[in-house]
């Protein structure tokens, strides 16, 4: 079983930027994709971003031209760079690790956008 430790989220200023990062117990080098999922207050669970395994993105419409993600197969890590924040980011994101058998998930991380 695979296990997701995501860090890098807090407090930040409409405008400002922050990366998330999600380091797997185990190798990813040939995990089918990993991406961030957000859940907001009164929203459902929804996708920011995916990566699979041949280096192709997909983003939320809201998201685009604004946050990036990224793979470190070397570390284990997957990583979101946001910027240009907006309040209407605030939410947990988690960190998913997608293999042909079953998805795992982090425990998430708080992002909370306010002036």
């Known amino acids: 079983q695979v296990q997701l430790v995501e860090s890098g989220g807090g407090l930040v200023q409409p405008g400002g930027s922050l990366r998330l990062s999600c380091v797997a117990s185990?190798?990813?080098?040939?995990?089918?994709?990993m991406g961030w999922y957000r859940q907001a207050p009164g929203k459902q669970r929804g996708l920011v971003a995916r990566i699979t395994l041949g280096g192709s993105t997909n983003y939320a419409d809201s998201v685009k031209g604004r946050f990036t993600i990224s793979r470190d197969n070397a570390k284990n890590t997957v990583y979101l760079q946001m910027n240009s924040l907006k309040p209407e980011d605030t939410a947990v994101y988690y960190c998913n690790l997608q293999n042909p058998s079953r998805s795992y998930w982090g425990q998430g991380t708080q992002v909370t956008v306010s002036s």
């Open positions: 185990e190798s990813i080098f040939n995990i089918y994709a």
